[in-house]
Nanobody, 124 residues
Framework: QVQLVESGGGLVQPGGSLRLSCTAS????????MGWFRQVPGNQRERELV?????????AYAGSVEGRFVIARDTTKNTVSLQMDSAKPEDTAVYYC????????????????WGQGTQVTVSS
């Protein structure tokens, strides 16, 4: 089992910056990929991929955040972070940290580990 704990959410003005962090504990040696997903409360759509990073450092971003957000992973500290710059109101959502063992860029399914989520609100 793997436990994920997020931190760093909050209120930021449009154009501002925010940094999210996620710390993994438990059976972390088996983790391959980690990432951030987001969901707007009340929206029935699935959680949207924001950014993911593999154990080897390969990254992928949603088109809507590319060039503004940067994902980073520290395997020695078992953390993954998301630096959010040039924030937009449409970035407002609950952000979830995720991790998986399957050797894939993205592996979301019944065996994906999730954090509890942290609220990010972009508003003036």
């Amino acid at each position: 089992q793997v436990q994920l704990v997020e931190s760093g959410g909050g209120l930021v003005q449009p154009g501002g910056s925010l940094r999210l962090s996620c710390t993994a504990s438990g059976s972390i040696g088996s983790l391959y990929g980690m990432g951030w997903f987001r969901q707007v409360p009340g929206n029935q759509r699935e959680r949207e991929l924001v950014a993911v990073i593999t154990k080897g450092g390969n990254t992928a971003y949603a088109g809507s955040v590319e060039g503004r957000f940067v994902i980073a992973r520290d395997t020695t500290k078992n953390t993954v972070s998301l630096q959010m710059d040039s924030a937009k109101p449409e970035d407002t959502a609950v952000y979830y940290c995720a991790a998986w063992e399957a050797p894939a860029m993205v592996a979301v399914g019944p065996h994906t580990y999730w954090g509890q989520g942290t609220q990010v609100t972009v508003s003036s």
